[in-house]
């Protein structure tokens, strides 16, 4: 082997090892690398799922955008119903539609609306969904494929059948962060499939798709995005530049809600004796603080410049029912304008004694 093809082999194994020890570091510490030369710029909005708690989490995101607070946003990500309001805030950024606007939207939804009960037992029909979207997003915004969004935007979906190569969740976006970014996918398709929580609607199907498998996805909170955080790292090492600031949105937490209330919109009756006095909002709960004790330990540097904006206060609202979508958009907005975000490490504090590790 001549000195030349020997230098370029040694060359080439030492470029493969150093890729290899990169990649083998943790997440944490590629952001860091990756990130270093670059300053933080705009502000991240994520938004977990809330089903018909989405008016609050659309009035808290209203109260920072009266605030100024949402002049610099450069991506946003959601899941659920969080993948809605995402989608939604596109709009009211590029000017499409004022909050007065959206808030009118509630005011006209109601259970009707979103699913219809076709026969006894789950799960229902959703088409009234897909219907309302069609009319929404489509016709009244124009936002037919992903590519449609004026904003940096991941919606999370998540398979109960997961690959080798994935847990289980994928994360679609119009900017290429993943190898799932597809931003040709019809957006209704995907809304659909974010926001079908297993057992209660059926999974959705999303035409076009080739990056990942073609099979029916489910709601995108239920899996490793119940905080959906992860398209956030994946952007910012994709674009190879953080962002300044991070706001997490979401919706309140009942605990005295129980089963037998969360089962009423759908024509059940319940009884206590039977289970339902049990609160499915525990176990919601405790995927939650999970995710941010998650986000707080394996990603500090993210969770150094992150804030929390949950409402607390003393009114409840079962999951499932659409029918007062706009009352609590009213109590919410009224919580916000005299409420502001916490830094995550001050939210952590804030975490029930009931949720055990």
Not at 91 to 96: G, H, R, S
Not at 290 to 311: D, G, Q, S
Not at 339 to 344: D, G, Y
Request: glycine fraction near 6%.
């Amino acid at each position: 082997m001549g000195k030349r093809r020997f230098l370029i082999v040694i060359i080439s194994v030492l470029a493969i090892a150093a890729i290899i020890s990169f990649a083998k570091q943790p997440t944490s510490e590629r952001d860091k690398l990756g990130n270093q030369k670059q300053q933080a710029k705009g502000t991240a909005i994520i938004i977990t799922g809330a089903a018909a708690k989405i008016a609050q989490e659309a009035a808290l995101l209203e109260s920072l955008y009266q605030r100024g607070e949402l002049n610099d946003v450069v991506f946003i990500s959601g899941a659920s119903s969080g993948a809605l309001n995402a989608v939604m805030l596109n709009a009211i950024l590029e000017k499409k539609l004022t909050w007065k606007e959206y808030r009118r939207i509630f005011t006209d939804i109601n259970n009707d609306k979103v699913f219809r009960i076709d026969k006894k037992g789950f799960p229902v029909s959703n088409k009234p969904l897909r219907k309302l979207l069609e009319d929404v997003v489509v016709e009244r915004l124009g936002y037919r494929t992903l590519a449609d969004l004026p904003i940096p935007t991941a919606i999370s979906v998540v398979s109960l059948r997961p690959s080798p190569l994935s847990e289980g969740t994928y994360r679609f976006c119009n900017r290429k962060i993943n190898r799932e970014s597809d931003s040709t996918l019809n957006l209704v398709d995907v809304l659909m499939a974010s926001t079908a929580y297993p057992l209660v609607f059926p999974p959705a199907r999303i035409n076009g798709i080739s990056r990942i498998p073609d099979i029916p996805y489910y709601d995108g909170g239920i899996g490793e995005d119940r905080v959906p955080f992860q398209a956030l790292i994946d952007f910012e090492q994709y674009r190879g530049q953080p962002v300044e600031r991070v706001i997490i949105i979401s919706r309140k937490r009942d605990k005295e809600m129980t089963l037998a209330d969360e089962l009423k919109p759908f024509g059940y009756n319940l009884k206590a004796k039977s289970g339902g006095n049990f609160s499915p909002d525990v176990l919601t709960s405790l995927g939650f603080w999970r995710r941010l004790e998650y986000l707080h330990k394996r990603h500090p540097e993210i969770a150094a410049k992150t804030l929390v904006f949950v409402p607390e206060y003393e009114y409840n609202f079962p999951m499932f029912d659409f029918n007062n979508l706009d009352y609590q958009y009213e109590v919410t907005l009224k919580w916000a304008l005299h409420n502001s975000p916490v830094t995550l490490s001050e939210y952590l504090k804030r975490k029930p004694k009931l949720i055990k590790p």
